[in-house]
């Protein structure tokens, strides 16, 4: 393939026990046209058949296929974090992130090529499990630490929206990205850790959404339309996870001279607003809002903390 200034082109894949679900993302990774010149599956420690599936797609792979196995799960944002460090190793200038739980759309790369020479963050459309348009976009408010979401057609007038926000499900990265601001911080196991690092890419560069169709959605997830998002199910590990990782959200807000007493807690009240109607509305139940509390204490102990220190920049990098 030929991609933008002939740059290695890696995928980063996160899995834990959906050795089904890998399969399928597997098979469709290999009929991605142009192809990727390389695909890494950060395995975090699963005890189903992963191992199996990643070895039986290897044998018939198009493009070396690396099977980084982890020896505990360190999460989503830990097996990015490995995953991205592992694919920056292998020679990669550009890293698609991605769930195990998704399937690629076969000309995604080359949907992505006409924007990869003006912009190292980049965040593509996803269809859902019927194939309708997934609806993701948002802006971050400092003010709140909080992703709100934006009404209207964002690609009205335009087929690019300058975001704040990441998605690790499906954003694209160039190395120089990568370098600025470190590697995903694995301490936020699960959820706000690509919100997070989102947001501190584009306090050095841009990050755009892209009017490009890259994956479909491969898991069915109970989900409600809001109109201007969609709000799927969770589970207790994500409750807990949503709330205690507001501790970490608000360091780096500190950090960087954006944190504000009174608007960050009120985005931990909107947050777990948004996580009772997400029970209440799509999940039928109120089972599992003592996650809720418990993260939440947990957060309140990590933001009185004086010692926290961020993911350190890999090198000194240009902006382009």
């Not at 890293?95 to 963050?121: E, N, R």
Request: hydrophobic letters at 45%; glycine letters at 10%; one cysteine or more.
């Amino acid at each position: 393939m030929s991609l933008s200034r002939h740059e290695q082109f890696f995928l980063v894949i996160t899995t834990y026990n959906r050795a089904d679900y890998l399969g399928g993302l597997l098979d469709s990774v290999a009929a991605l046209n142009p192809a990727p010149d390389g695909v890494i599956v950060v395995d975090n420690a699963s005890t189903d058949t992963t191992a199996a599936v990643i070895e039986t797609a290897r044998a018939q792979f198009p493009v070396p296929l690396i099977h980084h196995l982890l020896a505990e799960n360190s999460g989503g944002a830990g097996g990015f974090s490995a995953g991205v460090e592992r694919a920056l190793a292998q020679g990669a200038q550009w890293i698609w992130l991605m769930d195990d739980d998704v399937t690629c759309v076969p000309g995604a790369i080359g949907a992505f090529a006409p924007w990869m020479d003006k912009y190292d963050a980049l965040v593509g459309r996803r269809y859902d499990t019927a194939g309708e348009p997934f609806y993701w976009q948002n802006n971050f408010s400092t003010f709140l630490g909080f992703p709100l979401p934006v009404r209207g057609d964002v690609f009205a007038t335009s087929d690019e929206f300058a975001t704040n926000v990441g998605c690790f499900e499906g954003m694209l990265l160039h190395k120089d990205a990568v370098a600025a601001v470190g590697l995903p911080d694995p301490r936020f196991f699960l959820t706000w850790d690509d919100t997070t690092y989102g947001w501190l890419i584009s306090l050095d560069r841009p990050v755009v959404y892209v009017n490009e169709f890259v994956l479909h959605k491969a898991r069915a997830q109970r989900q409600i339309d809001l109109g201007i998002r969609h709000l799927n199910d969770s589970s207790d590990l994500g409750r807990f996870y949503v709330m205690r990782n507001r501790g970490l959200l608000g360091q780096y807000l500190r950090l960087h001279g954006r944190f504000n007493h009174v608007g960050f807690a009120l985005g931990t009240a909107l947050t777990a607003t948004k996580e009772v109607v997400r029970l209440l509305a799509v999940e039928k139940s109120l089972r599992g809002s003592g996650r809720l509390v418990a993260g939440w204490r947990e957060s309140r102990q990590i933001l009185a903390a004086t010692d926290f220190k961020p993911m350190p920049a890999l090198k000194k990098v240009t902006i382009r």
